[in-house]
């Protein structure tokens, strides 16, 4: 799974136009809302927050996964023309792909790979993409994105050794 962290809300509305743009949210369900940057709540958040700043939210998509190519089921209204993408870079990329016309706004930046223990609800980024290769090993709590102190919750990897945690069965 992707791990996201979510923009600062002024990096997200300084590409937004209040008086032009018609914009539908669409959000993913998966990576982004395990990660606490994407989903319903994230996505019902951002849109009430855009309204509040006069920018016109029109309408908005709740899909399954944003990066699988069968999100042709949202249909756009007629009058949108910006995208506000609460999906990872494949979701905002797929999206873009199915809707050339609009604008596309990412709400989120991609940080790497995770992993996750669902009994724990806790997020370890295993493989981070170049920009955030520190974060390795780091963890944050499930569907919020809050980075927890401690990173011995998930002995998935150790940090301070090269060899892996577990060895295989001899």
């Known amino acids: ?26 959000g993913c369900e998966t990576c982004v809302r395990v990660a606490g ?37 949202a249909k756009l209204d007629k009058e949108i023309n910006t995208v506000v993408s609460m999906a990872c870079s494949a979701g905002g990329s797929n999206i873009k792909r199915l809707f050339p016309e609009c604008k596309l706004i990412e709400s989120s930046e991609d940080v790497g790979l995770m992993v996750s223990d669902t009994d724990k ?5 295993t493989k981070p993409f170049k920009k955030f290769e520190h974060e390795t090993g780091f963890e944050y709590e499930t569907l919020t994105g809050i980075k927890l102190e401690s990173n011995d919750n998930l002995p998935i990897m150790n940090n301070n050794k090269k060899e892996p945690v577990l060895e295989a069965a001899r």
């Open 1 to 26: 799974m992707i791990f996201a962290k979510a923009l600062k809300y002024e990096d997200i509305i300084k590409n937004l136009d209040r008086e032009n743009d018609v914009i539908s949210m669409l």
């Open 37 to 73: 940057c994407g989903g319903r709540k994230a996505m019902k958040e951002l849109a009430l927050k855009l309204r509040e700043d006069g920018f016109n939210v029109k309408e908005g998509f709740l899909v399954p996964t944003a990066c699988n190519p069968k999100i042709t089921f």
């Open 121 to 125: 609800k806790v997020l370890k980024i």
